[in-house]
Nanobody
Framework: QVQLVESGGGLVQAGDSLRLSCAAS????????MGWFRQAPGKEREFVAA?????GVRDSVKGQFTISRDNAKNTVYLQMDSLIPEDTAVYYCAAKSGGSYLYRNSRQYNYWGQGTQVTVSS
């Protein structure tokens, strides 16, 4: 089992950057595929980015977003550049046990963090 804690959210202006972090507990972090999702008010949760357990394969829906991980620190990151107001949402970190590839469907993930709010003003 793993527990996830996100941090790094906040209020920024359009065009700014933010880096979200997700710290995971446990000693098997390197065996988990990781993902970032977001949910805006009144909308469904949507896929943002994913990375394989080794970090060798990654994907994101926006070119301005980059996912990375440091298995030595049990942490996954989401670098967000050129933010726009439409990026405003609660951002969630998720983990999938035994995940050696990429997973874009939220139902494939076993564990979730509590979320961190990102607000982009115009």
């Amino acid at each position: 089992q793993v527990q996830l804690v996100e941090s790094g959210g906040g209020l920024v202006q359009a065009g700014d950057s933010l880096r979200l972090s997700c710290a995971a507990s446990g000693r098997t972090f390197s065996s988990y595929a990781m993902g970032w999702f977001r949910q805006a008010p009144g909308k469904e949760r949507e896929f943002v980015a994913a990375i394989s357990s080794s970090g060798g394969v990654r994907d994101s829906v926006k070119g301005q977003f980059t996912i990375s991980r440091d298995n030595a620190k049990n942490t996954v990151y989401l670098q967000m550049d050129s933010l726009i107001p439409e990026d405003t949402a609660v951002y969630y970190c998720a983990a999938k046990s035994g995940g050696s590839y990429l997973y874009r469907n939220s139902r494939q993930y076993n564990y979730w963090g509590q979320g961190t709010q990102v607000t982009v003003s115009s």
